[in-house]
């Protein structure tokens, strides 16, 4: 299995562009997190679902965040417009079907411009 | 919800002696503490972890203890080398791989050769 995989891994965009994050988790377990890091505030939880269901969007900054999961294999994160403050490292995570496991994706470095 | 504190925020020491960081969570319901590495540029990487079932866990020169009561649970590595050198991240949850991790603010380390 070759894991998470994120794409892109880097970005840069100008402001009140709009930015498709994505992600491809481990296959055969359909839970998905994802994660914003920045300095200031560490790892934060922004959205996850369970069998593709969003369970808690409660760390989406605000509406200009998005995500789907249209299959278990497959989710997007969207941020529409982007703003200059939405620059940081987004990151997907899912478990191992074998056990409760999480691991992590190589990030996509966004910076807005 | 989940409170994660984690201490110290950076730590230094020469090489081959021992690191130890420190965490306190708040809901006693959580009963799984993975403990996570980062590399510059890399995603989080679970290095150890342990459940609320278990006092200790040791793997070759990382050990994990872990106190119920008191809520706190400690990160030990011996022996450090330079390749030690990373951001380190704990993290707590109830059992499921279908619940998210909440991270402490993470320990920068250095291993001074």
């Known amino acids: 299995d070759a894991g998470v995989i994120q794409s892109p891994r880097h970005e840069v965009t100008e402001m009140g562009q709009e930015v498709t994050l994505r992600c491809k988790p481990i296959?055969?377990?359909?839970?998905l997190f994802w994660y914003r890091q920045t300095m200031m505030r560490g790892l934060e939880l922004l959205i996850y679902?369970?069998?593709?269901?969003?369970?808690?969007d409660s760390g989406m900054p605000e509406d200009r965040f998005s995500a789907k999961m249209p299959n278990a294999s497959f989710s997007t994160l969207k941020i529409q417009p982007s703003e200059p403050r939405d620059s940081a490292v987004y990151f997907c995570?899912?478990?191992?079907?074998?056990?409760?496991?999480?691991?992590f994706g190589e990030g996509s470095w966004l910076t807005v411009v | 919800g989940e409170n994660v504190e984690q201490h110290p925020s950076t730590l230094s020491v020469q090489e081959g002696d021992s690191a130890v960081i420190k965490c306190t969570y708040s809901d006693s319901a959580s009963n799984y503490f993975p403990w996570y590495k980062q590399e510059l540029g890399k995603g989080p990487q679970l290095i150890i972890d342990?459940?609320?079932?278990?006092g200790e866990k040791k793997d070759q020169r990382i050990a994990v203890t872990l106190n119920k009561t008191a809520k706190h649970f400690s990160l030990h590595i011996t022996e450090t080398q330079p390749e030690d050198s990373a951001v380190y991240f704990c993290?707590?949850?109830?059992?499921?791989?279908?619940?998210?991790?909440?991270f402490g603010k993470g320990t920068r380390l250095s291993v001074i050769a």
């Open positions: 296959s055969g377990h359909n839970s």
């Open positions: 679902f369970n069998n593709n269901v969003p369970i808690d």
């Open positions: 342990i459940r609320s079932n278990v």
């Open positions: 995570a899912s478990p191992v079907i074998s056990g409760n496991t999480i691991y």
């Open positions: 993290a707590a949850t109830v059992n499921s791989g279908n619940t998210p991790l909440v």
